[in-house]
């Protein structure tokens, strides 16, 4: 059974970081594509950034760009996202996600993900 569990989420002021993890059952990291997403109150699902299955490429949304790092470490099978100088723009749940099919791409459609997380608060305060 594939499951995601996400942590690492909390309470920072504004210029804060934090680190996300995702880790994953179920599923090799090395082998898989995965991605962060989050939901703010009222707003759809947005793309914050991917990395392909070799941990080779990564992309993010340019609002996070030289702020967030993505990363996964095989050996203990989970990804990560380092969160520095947070914003109060960057409040939100944030889900993780995972695509088992494909090549070693990085995808930032929700539709490309079949694996998904329940999600971390992150919530930023000024």
């Known amino acids: 059974q594939v499951q995601l569990v996400e942590s690492g989420g909390g309470l920072v002021q504004a210029g804060g970081s934090l680190r996300l993890s995702c880790e994953a059952t179920g599923l090799t990291t090395g082998s898989i594509a995965m991605a962060w997403f989050r939901q703010a109150p009222g707003k759809e699902r947005e793309f914050v950034s991917a990395?392909?299955?070799?941990?080779?490429?990564?992309y993010y949304v340019d609002s996070v760009k030289g702020r967030f790092t993505i990363s996964k470490d095989s050996a203990k099978n989970t990804m990560y996202l380092q969160m520095d100088s947070l914003q109060l723009g960057d409040t939100a749940i944030y889900h993780c996600?995972?695509?088992?099919?494909?090549?070693?791409?990085?995808?930032?459609?929700?539709?490309?993900?079949?694996?998904w997380g329940q999600g971390t608060q992150v919530t930023v305060s000024s």
């Open positions: 990395i392909s299955r070799s941990g080779g490429f990564d």
């Open positions: 996600a995972a695509r088992a099919a494909g090549g070693d791409y990085y995808y930032a459609r929700t539709s490309a993900y079949e694996y």
